[in-house]
């Protein structure tokens, strides 16, 4: 970007920092229907970390992880995504936050047989589960398949960007959200949208 730009290296920097923080703010509307709800775990390998860290041996999968844990959402009517990064251990009240935020009262919720997602029923919302430890993947219309799909883009594509900082993940994983929920535009109408974006973040006392 400095390059094509004539920018230097650090405005640059500073450019695509403000970006993503567009791309970040700018989630779809709350939507109503059918959604599927699933969770994934984002960190450098132990390897790769400080000694103290390798010392504890091999990392645990799953929900025992001590990776940061992102919770999505994907609609089945609009076929757009929500995501979210926990900066802690999931808990009941970030997953039924998240989907209060994005997801309308009476909808329904498919997920895997993860316990925490059981406590949805009865927060206003039909709870439908597979039993993906029990070995059910698919169960009729009940399946986490396009949410599960959109982790194995989220994963390529944070794997060809390499390192990031932490606190800064949520920005990344934004932006690939952003991404996938315009997939359907053309490079024009991306760029024009993604300007009005930042116009309205500019208007709304954010200054780039």
């Excluded at 791309?23 to 103290?52: C, W």
């Excluded at 309308?104 to 997920?111: D, I, K, L, Y």
């Excluded at 944070?158 to 994983?173: A, E, K, Q, S, T």
Aim: proline share 3%; glycine share 14%.
């Amino acid at each position: 970007m400095a390059e094509e730009s004539g920018l230097s290296a650090k405005t640059a920097q500073l450019a695509t920092h403000r970006i993503r923080e567009a791309m970040f703010r700018d989630v779809p509307p709350p939507v109503s229907g059918t959604v599927e709800m699933d969770e994934a775990y984002i960190g450098g390998q132990r390897k790769n970390k400080g000694l103290h860290i390798r010392r504890l041996g091999p990392a645990k999968r799953g929900h025992g992880t001590d990776k940061l844990p992102i919770v999505g959402l994907f609609s089945r009517k609009t076929g757009r995504v929500w995501v979210e990064v926990d900066p802690r251990k999931l808990d009941m009240p970030f997953v039924a936050g998240f989907v209060r935020r994005h997801v309308a009262m009476g909808s329904t919720v498919c997920t895997d047989g993860f316990r925490m997602y059981r406590g949805l029923w009865g927060s206003g919302y039909t709870h439908r589960w597979v039993d993906h430890a029990g070995g059910e993947l698919v169960g009729g219309d009940v399946h986490t398949n396009n949410i599960e799909g959109f982790w194995g883009l989220m994963k390529r594509r944070m794997g060809c960007i390499g390192g990031m900082r932490r606190d800064r993940l949520h920005l990344f994983v934004g932006e690939i959200a952003w991404r996938f929920n315009h997939r359907n535009l053309t490079m024009k109408e991306t760029e024009k949208h993604l300007l009005e974006v930042l116009f309205e973040d500019q208007v709304g006392g954010k200054s780039y």
